[in-house]
C-alpha cells in the first residue's frame, strides 16, 4: 500500500482549484510532512510546478497507477501548522476564494519556486559554429557568448526571433547548447562575505615573513587583522583601502579564509530607552485582570475594549503580553498600515526590547521573509503588523490583540477578501487563544456583537492622566460666508491656532482629502475633467502642476480653457491637503508647517521623518489626511482642527455616518493628551448631523444607539449581510449581457432553494456599479443582501454560478469579483 499526498498546486484557474493527489515515493516517505512545499509534474505535459501539502493518507478511491509521483521536496521542515492549513481551508469557503489565492495570502510572500529554462554553450560549440548557417541560430549563439546561462524567456525577449524553438532545437540536436531546468525562489537569505584570521597574533612575524617584500597592502592587512577574528569583507577592503586581489593573495597563501555567513535584513537599528510598566488605573487594572483569568484558563475568549481616546489601552496590551509570554506564549499585535508608525513599535520595542518581528508593507520582500523567519524558528515571541501579520506562523500562539478594530484597513480589497477579524477569531479558536479587539469608536457590528453577548465587553471611560476630554466647538461654515469669510480657515479656528502657537504648543489640522483642489470644472457649462480611463474626476496635484487619477495613475496637464465650450471660466474646486497646507503657510509664515499625506509618504522612512520633525518640536502646524488622525501621542497638541467634517459624510455609503463619527472622535482624541487642555474645533457645513452632534459630546454610546435603530429599518449589517459582485470587461454590451444571466441564474436558483426569500428587498441590481468604469474596464454590481440562516445557501449558488460555473455561462469573457460584507459597496 502506498502513501499519498493531497496537494494545492501553484495554479490560477478557477478550473485546477481542487487538491490533487499524488504519490510520495518510497525514499521521501519518511521526510515529507503536512504544511511542506514540494515540486510535482502538472498536467498533460508534465509542468514542473510547486504545491503545498495539505493532507497525507494511506486510502484512495481510484486507480494509484494513474497517478504521478511529486518529484522534489523544497522545505526541510513544514512552513505551515495544521492549525494554519485548518485556517486557510475555512478562509476557502468562508470568501469564496481558490485554495492558491488563501495559501499565497498565508505563505509569506517571494518565496514561491519558479521553474526556469536556462541555455547554456556546451563546451564543444566552438568547432562546431562555423558550420551554421542560418541568421537566427546565429543570432542565438552570439547573444549567448555574452549571456551564457541566460533563461529562455529573457531570450525571447531580447531577440524577438520568430519561431525560436525551432532554432533552439536545432542547435541542441547538433550539440551545440544544452537547456537546464533550474527552479529559483523570489526571495532568499541574504548572506555576505566574511574574513576568517587563520593565524594566531603571536605567529604575526612568521606570517609577514612570507610575504613578498613589495606586497606592502598584503602586510598592512595582516596587521590590520591583529584585532580582529573575524570581519565583513567589504568593511576589511574599506578600512584597510585595499582591493580582492591582495585579500586573495592572503587567501592562498592560507593565512585568511573567505566566507560567505547569513546576515539578518536589520529593520530595528535604532536603539530604544527600555521602559518599565506603569501602575494601572482601577479601569486598566480590572480590564486585565479579566482578560489574563482567560489566559490562564486557555479559554479562546474574546474581548472587545472600549475605552476613550488616552485610555491607557496599549500599556493593558503590553501587560497581557508580559503575561503571556511568561506562560511560554506568543502574541501578535495587529494595528491599521496607517497607525503602525515607528512612534507605536517603539512602545513596544521599550518595552520588550528587539525580540520583536515587525510585518507591514512598506518592508521590501527580503525584510519580510526574514521576519517570517525569525517567527518560523522561534527567535521572537511578539509580532507586530497589519493586517497580514495575523498569520505569523506562531506554533504556541496565546493572544491576538486587534487596535483600532473599526479600521477599514482590517479588510482585504484583494482577493481573498477576507475579514481578519473574523479570521482571527478562527485562528483563536483552533488553538484555544484570547483575542482582543480595542477601540475608542468601535465599528457598529463589534458593539452589537458586545453587545448581545459575543464579545465580552470591557468599557474604560476616562483618560489615564486623569485629564477631561478635550473641549469641541463645531463652526458653522455656512454662518462664516454670511459673514464675508471666504477662506477654509474660520475665525474662530484661526483664533484657536494663533492662540496655541503664542502659547509654544503645536496644531494638527485635518482634511480627508489629499492634492491641492478636489476637480476642475467650468462655470459656464458645468464640463468637469474626468480621467478617461475611470468615470471619475481628476484631482488638482499643484506642485507637481498636474491633474491625477487616484484609481489608475493617470496624469495631465490642466486645461487653459474648457475642452467643451472653449470658454476661459474653468476654475479649481473643493479642496485638498496641499491646499491647506499652502493657506497655512500664507498665514503663518513664521511657523514651520508640515503636510503628511499619501504624497509626502511615498518614500522609505519618509512617515518617520515628519513624525519625528513634529515630536521635537521643529515643526508647529501639521496638516494631513487619517493618517494622522489615531496612533500618535504628542503632548504638546492642544488643538485640532477639522477643516471640513462632510467629506466622508456625503459619500454614498451606508457606513458614511459611523465613518465620520469614528474620524471626528479619533481626530480629536490627538488633543490634550499631555499636561495642558484641549481644544478641538470642527467645521462643517452640517452642524445639526448627528454624527457631528455625538462627536461633539465624546458619546459613543449615543452615537450607536441612533445608528442602530436606522440600520435595524433598513436591515444593514449588522442585522443582514451584504454580498457585492461586481462585474467587469472592456466590451460594455458583452458585460451587460453576461451579468443579467448570471444575475437570473442567481435568483432562480434563490427561489428554488427558499421560496419565502425576499427577492425585490434583497437583491438590488444588475446595475452600472456606483464608479462604472476604471481602468478601461465598465463595471456592473449586483449586491444581495442574506441573514445568518440565508448565507451558506447564497454562497453555494453563488459558488457554483460565478466561480464553477454550473450553468455554462460565457464568464471568461469578463471579470468577477465577490465580496462577503464588504467595507463600501462604491
Known amino acids: 500500500m502506498g502513501i499519498f499526498a493531497e496537494i494545492i498546486v501553484d495554479n490560477q484557474s478557477s478550473n485546477t482549484d481542487t487538491l490533487y493527489t499524488y504519490k510520495i515515493p518510497f525514499d521521501m516517505k519518511d521526510r515529507v510532512k503536512i504544511g511542506m512545499r514540494v515540486m510535482v509534474p502538472f498536467g498533460k505535459g508534465n509542468k514542473s510546478l510547486q504545491g503545498l501539502i495539505i493532507n497525507i493518507t494511506n486510502s484512495i478511491n481510484f486507480d494509484e497507477k494513474k497517478l504521478k509521483n511529486i518529484s522534489d521536496i523544497i522545505d526541510e521542515d513544514p512552513i505551515l501548522s495544521k492549525e494554519l492549513i485548518e485556517l486557510g481551508i475555512w478562509m476557502r469557503r468562508e470568501y469564496l476564494a481558490q485554495y492558491i489565492e488563501v495559501f499565497k495570502t498565508i505563505m509569506p510572500t517571494g518565496i514561491t519556486q519558479k521553474v526556469k529554462q536556462c541555455i547554456y554553450l556546451l563546451d564543444s560549440a566552438e568547432e562546431k559554429m562555423d558550420d551554421i548557417q542560418s541568421n537566427n541560430q546565429k543570432k542565438i549563439l552570439d547573444y549567448l557568448k555574452e549571456n551564457n546561462g541566460e533563461s529562455l524567456e529573457n531570450l525571447k525577449k531580447h531577440l524577438e526571433i520568430n519561431h525560436i524553438h525551432s532554432s533552439i532545437k536545432s542547435l541542441i540536436n547538433k550539440g551545440i547548447i544544452d537547456i537546464e531546468t533550474k527552479i529559483e525562489q523570489e526571495v532568499n537569505k541574504k548572506s555576505e562575505k566574511f574574513v576568517l584570521k587563520l593565524f594566531d597574533n603571536e605567529n604575526m612575524s612568521e606570517a609577514l615573513k612570507k610575504i613578498n617584500s613589495r606586497a606592502h597592502k598584503q602586510k598592512e592587512i595582516i596587521i590590520f587583522l591583529k584585532d580582529y577574528s573575524v570581519i565583513k569583507l567589504s568593511e576589511l577592503i574599506e578600512m584597510t583601502n585595499s582591493n580582492n586581489s591582495s585579500i586573495r593573495a592572503l587567501e592562498d597563501k592560507k593565512m585568511i579564509k573567505i566566507v560567505d555567513q547569513e546576515v539578518t535584513r536589520e529593520i530595528l537599528n535604532k536603539e530604544f530607552n527600555k521602559t518599565n510598566n506603569k501602575i494601572l488605573t482601577e479601569e486598566q487594572r480590572i480590564c486585565h485582570e479579566i482578560i489574563y483569568d482567560s489566559i490562564i484558563k486557555e479559554f479562546d475568549d474574546k474581548f472587545l475594549i472600549h475605552g476613550v481616546t488616552g485610555s491607557g489601552k496599549t500599556e493593558v496590551y503590553l501587560q497581557l503580553i508580559e503575561k503571556v509570554l511568561s506562560e511560554d506564549k506568543q502574541a501578535i499585535v495587529l494595528i491599521p498600515e496607517i497607525s503602525l508608525t515607528p512612534q507605536t513599535v517603539e512602545r513596544f520595542v521599550s518595552r520588550f526590547g528587539k525580540k520583536i518581528a515587525i510585518l507591514h508593507s512598506k518592508l521590501s520582500l527580503g525584510e519580510r521573509y526574514d521576519q ?37 484597513s482590517y479588510k482585504s480589497s484583494m482577493n481573498p477578501k477576507y475579514d481578519t477579524i473574523k479570521v482571527a477569531e478562527k485562528r483563536c479558536e483552533l488553538e484555544s487563544s484570547v483575542l482582543v479587539l480595542g477601540s475608542a469608536t468601535p465599528s457598529i457590528n463589534s458593539y452589537y456583537l458586545a453587545k448581545n453577548g459575543v464579545y465580552n465587553l470591557i468599557e474604560m471611560n476616562k483618560r489615564a492622566n486623569n485629564q477631561n476630554m478635550p473641549d469641541v466647538k463645531i463652526i458653522d461654515m455656512r454662518y462664516e460666508l454670511e459673514k464675508g469669510n471666504k477662506s477654509i480657515i474660520s475665525e474662530d479656528l484661526y483664533s484657536e491656532i494663533n492662540s496655541s502657537l503664542n502659547n509654544n504648543n503645536q496644531v494638527i489640522l485635518f482634511l480627508n482629502r489629499r492634492g ?45 480653457i474648457c475642452p467643451d465650450c472653449e470658454s476661459k471660466y474653468i476654475k479649481y474646486f473643493g479642496i485638498g491637503t496641499q491646499r491647506v497646507e499652502e493657506i497655512v503657510k500664507e498665514n503663518f509664515e513664521k511657523n514651520p508647517v508640515e503636510r503628511m499625506d499619501l504624497d509626502t509618504t511615498s518614500k522609505k522612512n519618509s512617515h518617520e521623518e515628519i513624525l519625528n520633525r513634529f515630536r521635537n518640536k521643529k515643526v508647529d502646524i501639521l496638516v494631513g489626511t487619517q493618517m494622522i488622525s489615531k496612533g500618535l501621542d504628542f503632548p504638546n497638541v492642544t488643538l485640532v482642527g477639522v477643516v471640513a467634517a462632510d467629506l466622508t459624510l456625503n459619500l454614498p455609503d451606508f457606513r458614511a455616518s459611523e ?80 451579468t443579467k444571466r448570471v444575475s437570473d441564474v442567481i435568483i432562480k436558483n434563490i427561489e428554488y432553494k427558499n421560496s419565502k426569500f425576499d427577492i425585490n428587498n434583497s437583491i438590488v441590481g444588475p446595475n452600472p456599479a456606483p464608479i462604472p468604469k476604471i481602468k478601461n474596464k465598465y463595471r456592473w454590481q449586483i449586491l444581495v443582501k442574506a441573514n445568518d440562516k440565508d448565507l451558506n445557501m447564497i454562497k453555494n449558488i453563488i459558488y457554483w454560478v460565478c466561480i464553477k460555473n454550473k450553468y455554462n455561462i460565457p464568464i471568461n469573457q469578463i471579470t468577477i469579483s465577490i465580496d462577503i460584507n464588504p467595507n463600501s459597496v462604491i
Open 372 to 408: 517570517w523567519r525569525k517567527i518560523k524558528e522561534g527567535k521572537v515571541d511578539i509580532a507586530i503588523g497589519a493586517r497580514s501579520a495575523v498569520f505569523a506562523p506562531f506554533s504556541n500562539l496565546g493572544i491576538i490583540i486587534i487596535d483600532e478594530e473599526h479600521e477599514n
Open 516 to 560: 491641492f483642489s478636489t476637480f476642475i470644472s467650468c462655470r459656464k457649462c458645468g464640463y468637469v475633467e474626468k480621467c478617461p480611463h475611470c468615470d471619475i474626476s481628476l484631482t488638482y496635484h499643484k506642485n507637481k502642476g498636474w491633474l491625477k487619477c487616484h484609481y489608475c495613475g493617470f496624469a495631465k496637464k490642466p486645461p487653459e
Open 659 to 738: 465613518r465620520t463619527f469614528q474620524l471626528l472622535t479619533q481626530v480629536a482624541g490627538r488633543a490634550g493628551r499631555g499636561e495642558d487642555k484641549g481644544s478641538v474645533i470642527i467645521q462643517t457645513y452640517d452642524p445639526n448631523h448627528y454624527s457631528i452632534l455625538y462627536a461633539k459630546q465624546h458619546d459613543y454610546k449615543g452615537f450607536y444607539e441612533e445608528e442602530i435603530q436606522l440600520r435595524k429599518a433598513f436591515n444593514y449589517p449588522p442585522f443582514t449581510n451584504i454580498i457585492s459582485i461586481v462585474f467587469s470587461s472592456t466590451n460594455q454590451k458583452s458585460l451587460e449581457n453576461i
